[in-house]
């Protein structure tokens, strides 16, 4: 039976997986480079703002660091899924929009394999890509903004944009001395953008301009991890970990198509060119530690570079008016998180409810990776707070349902502000899978 139920759990994460390319986003930011980075966490990392390098705790799957999954004990099996949605304010000037999307987040699950062997694996998004907007300009006048009126005669640009990038993994994480554990995540990569950007008219202009980019990308990613747990007197832990994702070519080829139309003589002509081994991924470190007080306080820190800034992006040179790979359009990004868990009584079988509920809350700041001409990109300031709760049943209590709330600001000198509010839900189903039942 047991069998049955994990082959069948194996494969909705894999049907899952094709869900995975679906965007979350609407933000105009989501253009430029390989889309708007989703975090790389599960429900109890939310609501510490996506904090998990140095966390270690078999109750819970962390992704972040695939160390951890040796923590995993041997009677547990855990699957974890996730849904958010967000409210979003977009703001340029006086303008204000509103936008709302949801989205399906992960489906992991992780179990014992050996002794101090464990192992993970599931369904992560990478980036998501989601715009449509119109810049308009006036004949006849030197102002231009994103918004005009119907009575007007205007040209202008609209951009639109839709895809993202996924990751299917699968990990294994091995404490190989007390204390000491390594871990790695190996993954397909896959993915596919939809970028377009035309002319919009309200008026007869003689010619019009179309262009449409392209890519699907299959190809492979690898994460390595590290922790080292050591016990300060009877009551603390100190955990430290890190991270290393190898950066690597993804072997894809970029797509252009130019469509020129002349709306007089409805004449059009197409021009194609092509970029290959056009994408990779930055080589990515990071480090975190965490301290724990009798299993009920755990404080903590993380730190991320990802490496973009020597990654050449394709782009249309003005100059030659080829398209090809280009330098300086984007940089490295430096990520900052700290967070904090607290459970009133770590004892499972204590009573009162609210003293068996998790409390957290975190901050995180992260610079852009990206250049918007010859200005950087917008940084993100993320502060979020979440609620473990605990569901109980008649024979085990340690399924838990994980909610938090973000509130994420996305700005940059003289360009759009996003104010993005969204909330995390998550299932994280930790049973006795293998315990053998005995009868008196």
Same mark, same amino acid.
């Given at each position: 039976?047991?069998?049955?139920?994990?082959?069948?759990?194996?494969?909705?994460?894999?049907?899952?997986?094709?869900?995975?390319?679906?965007?979350?986003?609407?933000?105009?930011?989501?253009?430029?480079?390989?889309?708007?980075?989703?975090?790389?966490?599960?429900?109890?990392?939310?609501?510490?703002?996506?904090?998990?390098?140095?966390?270690?705790?078999?109750?819970?799957?962390?992704?972040?660091?695939?160390?951890?999954?040796?923590?995993?004990?041997?009677?547990?099996?855990?699957?974890?899924?996730?849904?958010?949605?967000?409210?979003?304010?977009?703001?340029?000037?006086?303008?204000?929009?509103?936008?709302?999307?949801?989205?399906?987040?992960?489906?992991?699950?992780?179990?014992?394999? /050996?002794?101090?062997?464990?192992?993970?694996?599931?369904?992560?998004?990478?980036?998501?890509?989601?715009?449509?907007?119109?810049?308009?300009? *006036?004949?006849?006048?030197?102002?231009?903004?994103?918004?005009?009126?119907?009575?007007?005669?205007?040209?202008?640009?609209?951009?639109?944009?839709?895809?993202?990038?996924?990751?299917?993994?699968?990990?294994?994480?091995?404490?190989?001395?007390?204390?000491?554990?390594?871990?790695?995540?190996?993954?397909?990569?896959?993915?596919?953008?939809?970028?377009?950007?035309?002319?919009?008219?309200?008026?007869?202009?003689?010619?019009?301009?179309?262009?449409?980019?392209?890519?699907?990308?299959?190809?492979?990613? /690898?994460?390595?991890?590290?922790?080292?747990?050591?016990?300060?007197?009877? *009551?603390?832990?100190?955990?430290?970990?890190?991270?290393?994702?190898?950066?690597?070519?993804?072997?894809?080829?970029?797509?252009?198509?130019?469509?020129?139309?002349?709306?007089?003589?409805?004449?059009?002509?197409?021009?194609?060119?092509?970029?290959?081994?056009?994408?990779?991924?930055?080589?990515?470190?990071?480090?975190?530690?965490?301290?724990?007080?009798?299993?009920? /306080?755990?404080?903590?820190?993380?730190?991320?570079?990802?490496?973009?800034?020597?990654?050449?992006?394709?782009?249309?040179?003005?100059?030659?008016?080829?398209?090809?790979?280009?330098?300086?359009?984007?940089?490295?990004?430096?990520?900052?998180?700290?967070?904090? *868990?607290?459970?009133?009584?770590?004892?499972?079988?204590?009573?009162?409810?609210?003293?068996?509920?998790?409390?957290?809350?975190?901050?995180?700041?992260?610079?852009?990776?990206?250049?918007?001409?010859?200005? *950087?990109?917008?940084?993100?300031?993320?502060?979020?707070?979440?609620?473990?709760?605990?569901?109980?049943?008649?024979?085990?209590?340690?399924?838990?349902?994980?909610?938090?709330?973000?509130?994420?600001?996305?700005?940059?000198?003289?360009?759009?502000?996003?104010?993005?509010?969204?909330?995390?839900?998550?299932?994280?189903?930790?049973?006795?899978?293998?315990?053998?039942?005995?009868?008196?």
């Amino acid at each position: 039976m047991k069998k049955r139920i994990f082959g069948s759990l194996l494969a909705g994460l894999m049907t899952l997986s094709a869900m995975g390319q679906v965007s979350s986003t609407l933000s105009p930011y989501s253009q430029f480079g390989l889309g708007v980075l989703a975090e790389q966490s599960l429900g109890f990392n939310r609501g510490m703002s996506g904090l998990g390098i140095g966390m270690r705790n078999g109750k819970y799957v962390n992704v972040q660091n695939p160390a951890s999954y040796s923590s995993i004990d041997s009677l547990t099996m855990i699957l974890d899924l996730g849904v958010s949605g967000q409210i979003t304010n977009f703001k340029e000037g006086v303008k204000k929009v509103n936008a709302k999307t949801a989205d399906f987040d992960y489906a992991v699950m992780a179990f014992r394999v /050996l002794p101090k062997l464990g192992a993970s694996l599931g369904v992560i998004p990478y980036s998501n890509i989601g715009y449509d907007y119109n810049y308009y300009s *006036d004949f006849g006048s030197a102002s231009a903004d994103y918004y005009a009126d119907a009575s007007d005669s205007y040209y202008g640009l609209g951009y639109s944009g839709t895809g993202g990038f996924s990751q299917a993994f699968i990990g294994l994480g091995w404490e190989f001395a007390k204390g000491i554990s390594v871990g790695a995540n190996i993954s397909y990569f896959w993915g596919k953008y939809e970028k377009t950007a035309g002319t919009v008219l309200n008026d007869t202009y003689a010619n019009t301009l179309a262009r449409s980019y392209t890519t699907n990308i299959n190809s492979w990613k /690898l994460d390595l991890g590290a922790q080292y747990s050591k016990a300060i007197g009877k *009551d603390d832990l100190l955990t430290v970990g890190a991270t290393v994702g190898i950066g690597h070519r993804l072997g894809a080829r970029a797509n252009l198509s130019i469509v020129n139309t002349n709306t007089t003589t409805s004449v059009t002509t197409t021009t194609n060119d092509s970029v290959l081994n056009a994408f990779k991924l930055p080589f990515t470190f990071g480090l975190g530690a965490s301290y724990t007080h009798k299993n009920s /306080l755990t404080v903590g820190a993380d730190y991320m570079m990802q490496k973009w800034g020597n990654i050449d992006y394709p782009m249309v040179n003005a100059s030659t008016s080829r398209y090809e790979l280009t330098s300086g359009l984007l940089k490295d990004r430096h990520k900052v998180t700290v967070g904090a *868990d607290w459970i009133p009584d770590p004892n499972p079988m204590a009573r009162g409810f609210l003293k068996r509920v998790h409390y957290r809350v975190g901050v995180s700041y992260a610079t852009p990776y990206y250049k918007i001409g010859t200005h *950087d990109g917008p940084k993100e300031l993320c502060v979020s707070a979440g609620f473990g709760i605990p569901i109980i049943n008649t024979w085990n209590n340690r399924t838990t349902l994980n909610i938090s709330a973000q509130w994420v600001n996305t700005s940059a000198k003289d360009l759009v502000t996003e104010n993005t509010f969204r909330i995390n839900i998550g299932l994280t189903f930790n049973e006795r899978w293998f315990a053998k039942w005995k009868v008196d």
